[in-house]
Nanobody
Framework: VQLQASGGGLVQAGGALRLSCAASGRAFGTQAMGWFRQAPGKEREFVATINWSGDITYYADFVKGRFTISRDNAKNTMYLQMNSLKPEDTAVYYC?????????????????WGQGTKVTVSS
């Protein structure tokens, strides 16, 4: 499985971005997916996760009500809609895939990782 994240960029506080994660391979529709982020000098942290069918999602507390994770299995693509962005959301955002169909908030349970896309939110 190869993952390609895109959609990052520079946005002002209060703005919005939509990240995409395109996956190769026929297993995408059976795999749970997640978004993580890493700010400079900080550890990678969980942002959101979605199960194989897209009907179960979990979010980190700091993004609840602002970010929405979704997926389109027909297009082998996962999304992260980010609204009301804050300067503290600045980070490199990574998409990841599990072998399992069920979501997890732990980075160690994800086997496949994309290269990351940088999000910068200016104040």
């Amino acid at each position: 499985v190869q993952l390609q994240a895109s959609g990052g960029g520079l946005v002002q506080a209060g703005g919005a971005l939509r990240l995409s994660c395109a996956a190769s391979g026929r297993a995408f529709g059976t795999q749970a997916m997640g978004w993580f982020r890493q700010a400079p000098g900080k550890e990678r942290e969980f942002v959101a996760t979605i199960n194989w069918s897209g009907d179960i999602t979990y979010y980190a507390d700091f993004v609840k009500g602002r970010f929405t994770i979704s997926r389109d299995n027909a297009k082998n693509t996962m999304y992260l809609q980010m609204n009301s962005l804050k300067p503290e959301d600045t980070a490199v955002y990574y998409c990841a895939a599990r072998r399992s169909s069920y979501s997890s908030t732990s980075p160690s349970e994800y086997k496949y990782w994309g290269q990351g896309t940088k999000v910068t939110v200016s104040s």
